[in-house]
């Protein structure tokens, strides 16, 4: 299978990282085509011998998928030169393009996807949706390389910009959250390797233990409320501070965002 991607910023570095990583290296039908202008940025994967770099799109002729990974505002450059070369299906990861938009410019068959940055390690979350042309055997080809870089869910496009505000923008909330109980916690004293050790395992367990759990978030947040108890106290003040509502304004700004 030859895969081009165009972009290695951000997202299609993380995309890239893990791809490399895997065991898809080692097929030797496998080829990454990637296209990049910046040079620093396209030389990081130019030592793998599955991989061509270059600057020049024309170079993605003859890809079976080509993940598109530019800033929105680029997209349509990319594409329109990708509309003379003969590719099997165009992935845009662009917040805020819709499948139509992308299939006139392209005129391809095309797949959208949000995926998130922790694909970089095989533990993000992409959702995907296809345009109508998408035949079983590129959709299935599809879903098998982002389930390199972690979940999927196929859902319909109209829900792009609540999927976009959650887990597209979802790890930044994250990080926010940790870098501040990491700086709560140097603040009383904690040294800050042991601090941040305390609350990405503690983000982590949580998580899981709520993956692995039948039982409503409200349940097990219970469960570590005592009355008259500790923690009690802290959720008074994230209450009355608003976090809830601070959360789901939050996403209302970003799905807001991605509908501008
Ligand atoms: N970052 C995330 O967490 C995330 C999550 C989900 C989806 N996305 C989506 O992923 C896309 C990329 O975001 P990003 O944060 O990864 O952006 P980024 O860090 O700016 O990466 C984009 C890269 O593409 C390069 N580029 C631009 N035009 C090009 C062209 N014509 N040919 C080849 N390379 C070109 C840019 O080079 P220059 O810098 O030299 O222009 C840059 O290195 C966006 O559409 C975004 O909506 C991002």
Same mark, same amino acid.
């Given at each position: 299978?030859?895969?081009?991607?165009?972009? &290695?910023?951000?997202?299609?570095?993380a995309?890239?990282?893990r791809?490399?990583?895997? =065991?898809?290296?080692? *097929?030797?039908?496998?080829?990454?085509?990637?296209?990049?202008? !910046?040079?620093?940025?396209?030389?990081?994967?130019?030592?793998?011998?599955?991989?061509?770099?270059?600057?020049?799109?024309?170079?993605?002729?003859?890809? #079976?998928?080509?993940?598109?990974?530019?800033?929105?505002?680029?997209?349509?450059?990319?594409?329109?030169?990708?509309?003379? +070369?003969?590719?099997?299906?165009?992935?845009?990861?662009?917040?805020?393009?819709?499948?139509?938009?992308?299939?006139?410019?392209?005129?391809?068959? &095309?797949?959208?996807?949000?995926p998130?940055?922790?694909c970089k390690?095989?533990?993000g979350?992409?959702?995907?949706?296809?345009?109508? !042309?998408? *035949?079983?055997?590129?959709?299935?080809? &599809?879903?098998? +390389?982002?389930?390199?870089l972690g979940?999927?869910?196929?859902?319909?496009?109209?829900?792009?910009?609540?999927?976009?505000?959650?887990?597209?923008?979802?790890?930044?909330?994250?990080?926010?959250?940790?870098?501040? +109980?990491?700086?709560?916690?140097?603040?009383?004293?904690?040294?800050? #390797?042991?601090?941040?050790?305390?609350?990405?395992? =503690?983000?982590?367990?949580?998580?899981?233990?709520?993956?692995?759990?039948?039982?409503?978030?409200?349940?097990?947040? #219970?469960?570590? =409320?005592?009355? *008259?108890?500790?923690?009690?106290?802290? +959720?008074?003040?994230?209450?009355?501070?608003?976090?809830?509502?601070?959360?789901? #304004?939050?996403?209302?700004?970003?799905?807001?965002?991605?509908?501008?």
């Amino acid at each position: 299978m030859k895969i081009g991607i165009v972009g &290695v910023g951000a997202m299609g570095g993380a995309i890239v990282s893990r791809l490399l990583q895997h =065991t898809w290296k080692s *097929q030797t039908d496998f080829q990454l085509v990637i296209c990049e202008l !910046d040079l620093h940025k396209r030389q990081q994967f130019e030592d793998y011998d599955c991989v061509v770099a270059t600057d020049k799109i024309s170079n993605l002729n003859n890809c #079976d998928m080509v993940i598109v990974a530019v800033k929105p505002k680029a997209v349509a450059d990319v594409l329109t030169h990708i509309a003379g +070369l003969d590719i099997s299906i165009v992935v845009s990861i662009a917040a805020g393009i819709s499948i139509a938009e992308l299939t006139k410019i392209s005129n391809k068959p &095309v797949a959208r996807v949000m995926p998130n940055t922790p694909c970089k390690i095989g533990e993000g979350i992409s959702a995907v949706a296809f345009s109508e !042309d998408v *035949q079983a055997e590129e959709r299935n080809k &599809v879903k098998q +390389l982002f389930a390199v870089l972690g979940e999927i869910v196929e859902v319909e496009e109209r829900l792009f910009p609540v999927v976009t505000a959650l887990s597209g923008c979802g790890p930044a909330y994250v990080y926010l959250m940790i870098e501040a +109980l990491i700086d709560a916690g140097c603040a009383h004293g904690l040294m800050r #390797d042991t601090a941040k050790k305390l609350i990405v395992t =503690t983000f982590i367990g949580s998580a899981k233990l709520l993956q692995e759990s039948s039982l409503h978030p409200a349940v097990l947040k #219970d469960q570590v =409320t005592s009355p *008259q108890g500790v923690t009690v106290q802290a +959720l008074h003040v994230l209450e009355q501070k608003g976090l809830r509502g601070i959360l789901w #304004d939050a996403v209302n700004q970003a799905v807001n965002s991605t509908k501008e």
